[in-house]
C-alpha cells in the first residue's frame, strides 16, 4: 500500500467516532491492551503526561508541548481529531509523522489488528505509542479522545495527569450530568500521580477530591498565574494557560529543567512550534474572517464572549454541527444580531442544513440554508463589508473545511 491506499484503508474500514458517531466507541480497553503486548509494550518505555477534560484539552497540550520543545526536550505529541491531515494526531517536537511511518505500520500490523476488530481510534494510539517509543522521546503528551476511565490511552502511568474542566458534552456516551461525566474523566487519575485540575465547580469539587485520596495522588487545582502573553488568541485561553503554568510547576518540582524564558517563548510560539489550528484562528482580514472548533455548551458559551468584546460594524456567522450535541442549550447562547449562514460539513453525523434552521429559527437567529460549508463562507464574504466579521464554527468539522 501507498499513503493514500493506507489512509483509505484507515478512514474505509475501520471505525472511526468522527464520522459514525457512538456506533464507533468502545466502552473497554481490552484491545489496547492486547495492541501494546503485540507492540512489546511500547508505552512503557517513555515518560508522559496525560490530559483529559470537555474543552481545552488540545490548546494545553499544545501550550505544554511548545514550553518543553522550547527547553530542549524531545516532546511527543498525540491530540485528536486532526483538521486537514491525519498526522496531525502524531508529532514530535511538532513534526508530523512520516508519511512511510504511517503506511510502514499499517503494513506491519494489519492482519493483527484485523484479527482483533480495532477501532481506528485504537488503531492510532497504537501507532503513537509505537512511533514515540522508537523515535526515544523524553516525554510524550497524551490527550484522551472522550471520557478517561475506558479511553484507550488510559493505559499509561504518567508524570502527571492534568483535567481541564468539565462540562455536558457526549452525554450519550459519558452520562447527562456533571458529575457522571467527571466520574469518567477522573479515571485518568493514577496511584502517587500528581493531577492537576484545571478548573474549580463545585460539582466536581468532591469527586475529584474522593478518587484522588482513594489513589494516594497529590491534588492541585490551577491557580491565577501571572500575565502571560500567548500567539493562542482567545479569552479562554487564560484558563488554560493557568492550567498550563501550575502543570510546568509540577514538572520544575520533578526535576525538568524550565526556566521562565523557556516558559514564556513557548506560549509565544505555540503555532509555530507545533502546528496548531481553529483556535480562534483568523484566516484573514477586511472583512476579518476567524474560526474556532468549540462545539459544545461551555465552548460556544465561552465564543460568544469573545465575540461580544470583538469590533466589527456586522456579525456573520457560518453555523453547522453535528446531530448529537444538545443543539437546544447552544443555540440559546448564540448572538441574535448576526446574520447567519447554515451549512453542514461532509460527514455522516452532520446536522442537516435545513433542520439546523428550523431549529435555529425557534432561538430567533435568522439566515439562510447552503449547501455546503465553502458556499455558505462565500456567501458570506460576498455580503460582508470591510469593516464586518465573519466568524465560522459550530463543529471541528466545519472549521476543517475552512483551515
Known amino acids: 500500500m501507498n499513503y493514500q491506499q493506507t489512509?483509505?484503508?484507515?478512514?474505509?474500514?475501520?471505525?472511526?467516532?468522527?464520522?459514525?458517531?457512538?456506533?464507533?466507541y468502545k466502552a473497554d480497553i481490552g484491545n489496547i491492551i492486547n495492541a501494546v503486548k503485540h507492540l512489546?509494550?511500547?508505552h512503557?518505555?517513555?515518560k508522559s503526561i496525560h490530559i483529559a477534560g470537555t474543552n481545552g484539552k488540545g490548546s494545553t497540550a499544545h501550550m505544554l508541548a511548545s514550553i518543553l520543545q522550547e527547553s530542549g526536550i524531545k516532546v511527543g505529541l498525540y491530540t485528536s481529531p486532526h483538521l486537514k491531515d491525519f498526522r496531525e494526531r502524531i508529532k514530535i517536537n511538532g513534526e508530523l509523522i512520516a508519511k512511510k511511518q504511517v503506511v510502514t505500520f499499517v503494513k506491519e500490523n494489519l492482519i493483527f489488528f484485523e484479527k482483533m476488530e480495532f477501532?481506528?481510534?485504537?488503531?492510532?494510539?497504537?501507532?503513537a505509542f509505537d512511533y514515540f517509543a522508537k523515535q526515544k522521546v523524553d516525554i510524550a503528551i497524551i490527550e484522551t479522545g472522550?471520557?478517561?476511565?475506558?479511553?484507550?490511552?488510559?493505559?499509561?502511568?504518567?508524570?502527571l495527569a492534568i483535567i481541564t474542566n468539565i462540562s455536558l458534552d457526549h452525554t450519550n456516551l459519558l452520562g447527562n450530568t456533571i458529575e457522571k461525566i467527571a466520574k469518567e474523566k477522573a479515571g485518568i487519575i493514577k496511584n502517587e500521580t500528581p493531577v492537576i485540575i484545571g478548573r474549580r465547580q463545585k460539582e466536581t469539587t468532591s469527586i475529584f477530591k474522593n478518587i484522588a485520596k482513594e489513589k494516594n495522588a497529590n491534588l492541585i487545582y490551577a491557580s491565577t498565574q501571572k500575565c502571560y502573553a500567548s500567539?493562542?488568541?482567545g479569552e479562554y485561553q487564560k484558563e488554560n494557560i493557568n492550567t498550563v503554568i501550575t502543570a510546568i510547576k509540577q514538572l520544575q518540582k520533578q526535576g525538568w529543567a524550565i526556566t521562565e524564558d523557556y516558559i514564556e517563548h513557548g506560549l509565544l510560539k505555540t503555532v509555530a512550534n507545533t502546528q496548531l489550528l481553529g483556535r480562534w484562528q483568523t484566516l484573514s482580514s477586511n472583512p476579518q474572517i476567524i474560526c474556532d472548533t468549540a462545539h459544545n455548551e461551555d465552548g460556544i458559551k465561552e465564543i460568544t464572549k469573545q465575540l461580544s468584546n470583538s469590533k466589527y460594524e456586522q456579525l456573520h456567522i457560518v453555523?453547522?454541527?453535528?446531530?448529537d450535541k444538545n443543539l437546544d442549550t447552544i443555540l440559546t447562547y448564540l448572538p441574535k444580531n448576526a446574520k447567519y449562514y447554515f451549512c453542514n460539513a461532509n460527514i455522516l453525523r452532520a446536522m442537516k442544513a435545513v433542520d439546523l434552521k428550523q431549529k435555529s429559527d425557534k432561538h430567533q437567529l435568522k439566515g439562510r440554508i447552503f449547501p455546503s460549508v465553502r458556499e455558505a463562507l462565500k456567501c458570506a464574504k460576498i455580503n460582508a463589508n470591510p469593516n464586518d466579521l465573519i466568524f465560522v464554527g459550530g463543529s471541528t468539522f466545519v472549521v476543517a473545511e475552512v483551515v
Open 44 to 46: 512503557t518505555q517513555f
Open 231 to 233: 500567539d493562542l488568541k
Open 119 to 127: 477501532s481506528f481510534f485504537e488503531f492510532t494510539v497504537s501507532m
Open 7 to 24: 489512509l483509505d484503508y484507515l478512514f474505509g474500514r475501520l471505525p472511526i467516532y468522527q464520522r459514525i458517531g457512538a456506533a464507533a
Open 40 to 42: 512489546e509494550n511500547p
Open 319 to 323: 453555523f453547522g454541527t453535528v446531530d
Open 146 to 159: 472522550l471520557g478517561g476511565r475506558l479511553d484507550s490511552t488510559n493505559i499509561i502511568n504518567p508524570e
